[in-house]
């Protein structure tokens, strides 16, 4: 009788979702998280919300991202665009990084290199479109992003980091990008081989007999392509980071959303679960309501069935439709509520 009562039990439990809260309380190594999914589902809602509900626990937390969007601004309502870590409320700070001012300051970070490396203060076209080579590849941009985030990640000052990305197939080509630089290094060493000539002659300007250090670029390179591995370590470390997917209760985003989870899981991607937002409350179906509404409903019901289904108890939890957008720390708190109850 006892094991019938503590099977049902573990049953229970097994089908019984883990909340978000008991999950990160379960789990205190896990100081990276991160929420993905399609464009416009919820992920900036919930970086905030989290975000929140562990700062009011006591924890420091920083909220960022890489979005041009400037979504945090727009759901804190504050201006935090390029702005570095702004402080939002105690304990909780908001940082979006401005990705095309870093990418600029990198391109001619790269540019004072090479015109170091050659001694020349005009640069010859040769030598110029070798920079514009270098730098117009997406790998650079990626990389002056990578830069960024790993900056921010490793320095360590705040207890929880919540990355709040972009949608699902720039995150994941994101994660791709340490594969994606081996074949950018090889192109740039196959173009940097072709550009000896102008060895010699910035050697003669130099007028140095040492020559010059003909690895400078590659060495930078291939401490770029470090620092993104870095930081494809953060994000697939399966101690320190949660990474939970979002989606709505409909069909082509529940396909979407399987497709993506067995990508990022060919990616390492730790996933700790998944969140269901957007759900119509229960109570409207005892309430009289317009037939378009209950259909809406009954839609939803049937595709919440498929996701208890297809997901089962990695399903973290199911936040209700909100009367109105979420913006402002009101708003915020609320979708805290539902996340971490
Ligand atoms: N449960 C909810 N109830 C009402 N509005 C919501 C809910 N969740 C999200 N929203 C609203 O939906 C919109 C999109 O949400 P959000 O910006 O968080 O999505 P996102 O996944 O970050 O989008 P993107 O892919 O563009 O970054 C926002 O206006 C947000 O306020
Ligand atoms: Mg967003």
Known sequence: MRNLITNKLLHYKRRCPISLATLLKNHPEKRYLMFGGKGGLGKTTFSAAAGYWLAQQGHKVLVFSVDPQASLSDIFKRHIFGQGPVKIMDNLWAQEIDADRRIKAYQNEIRQKIRDMYGFTDLPEEVESYIRAASAEPAMEESAIFDAVVDIMVAGDYDYYIYDLVPLGHALYYLSMATVYDAW???????????????????????????????????????????????SRILTDREKTAFFFVLTPEEMIIQDTLQAAELFSRFQVPLS??????VLPEELKTQEIPEFLRHRLEMQGKYLAKIAETFGDQVVTRVPELERDVTGLTMISRVADYLCK
């Open 185 to 231: 290094i090889g192109k740039i060493t196959a173009l940097r081989e072709q550009m000896q000539e102008y060895d010699q002659v910035a050697a003669h300007l130099k007028r140095s007999d040492e020559g010059l250090d003909e690895d400078a670029i590659l060495a930078e390179l291939q401490y770029i392509k470090d620092r993104i591995q870095t930081s």
């Open 273 to 278: 679960g998944y969140i269901v937002n957007r």
